[in-house]
């Protein structure tokens, strides 16, 4: 089992960055694919971003391509969500999802409390 703790989240102006952080407790980290989901008030939780056990492969959103990168360090057991060009309509609350399958928004097992991202215009 793994714990994930967010953090990074924030306020930001519309064309501005930050750089969520995904802190996991355990001695597995690497063993797990790990990820980003987000919710935005009143609608759906939806897939963001996915990186492999090794660091190697990654999905992205079709909305989010060329602006976030995802990234872990697994000495540090952390993953990282550096989003850049932010717009209005990426406010919402994002979670740090882990599981042993890779997926493309598939079924994660383990989930962060989620840390609020706010976008102004």
């Known amino acids: 089992q793994v714990q994930l703790v967010e953090s990074g989240g924030g306020l930001v102006q519309a064309g501005g960055s930050l750089r969520l952080s995904c802190a996991a407790s355990?001695?597995?980290?690497?063993?797990?694919?790990m990820g980003w989901f987000r919710q935005a008030p009143g609608l759906e939780r939806e897939f963001v971003a996915a990186?492999?056990?090794?660091?190697?492969?990654?999905y992205y959103r079709d909305s989010v391509k060329g602006r976030f990168t995802i990234s872990r360090d697994n000495a540090k057991n952390t993953v990282y969500l550096q989003m850049n060009s932010l717009k209005p309509e990426d406010t919402a609350v994002y979670y740090c999802?882990?599981?042993?399958?890779?997926?493309?928004?598939?079924?994660?097992?383990?989930w962060g409390q989620g840390t609020q991202v706010t976008v102004s215009s």
């Open positions: 999802v882990a599981d042993y399958v890779f997926t493309r928004g598939g079924k994660y097992d383990y």
């Open positions: 990186i492999n056990r090794s660091g190697g492969s990654t």
């Open positions: 355990g001695r597995t980290f690497s063993r797990y694919a």
